[in-house]
Nanobody, 122 residues
Framework: QVQLVETGGGLVQAGDSVTLSCVASGESFTPAMGWFRQAPAKEREFVAAINWNGQSTYYADSVKGRLTISRENAQNTVNLQIGSLEPEDTAVYYC????????????????WGQGTQVTVSS
């Protein structure tokens, strides 16, 4: 099974940037990776995804232009850089792995990390 560990969350100021990292282990092959976020009392929403070889990226329309997802295949690490943070970005951010190509659908992700909290103060 794939094990995922997210790091990089914390308390940040509005307008700042944050970089989240997800390290995958437990498999010798590489699945596609995605980032989701979930705010209190809200459903989990898709943020970004990157395919197995890192050559294709996908972003939610609501965050396109502020986020960059990248992959470091040698370390099985996926990074999510969020710029111009807003209080609305406050959420638990989850890294997930899928062997499907339906990257926007949380139900297609087989493995999930425990999440990292990002809190943006105004």
């Amino acid at each position: 099974q794939v094990q995922l560990v997210e790091t990089g969350g914390g308390l940040v100021q509005a307008g700042d940037s944050v970089t989240l990292s997800c390290v995958a282990s437990g498999e010798s092959f590489t699945p596609a990776m995605g980032w989701f976020r979930q705010a209190p009392a809200k459903e989990r929403e898709f943020v970004a995804a990157i395919n197995w070889n890192g050559q294709s990226t996908y972003y939610a329309d609501s965050v396109k232009g502020r986020l960059t997802i990248s992959r470091e295949n040698a370390q099985n690490t996926v990074n999510l850089q969020i710029g111009s943070l807003e209080p609305e970005d406050t959420a638990v951010y989850y890294c997930a792995a899928t062997f499907s190509r339906h990257y926007h659908d949380a139900g297609q992700y087989t493995y999930w990390g425990q999440g990292t909290q990002v809190t943006v103060s105004s």
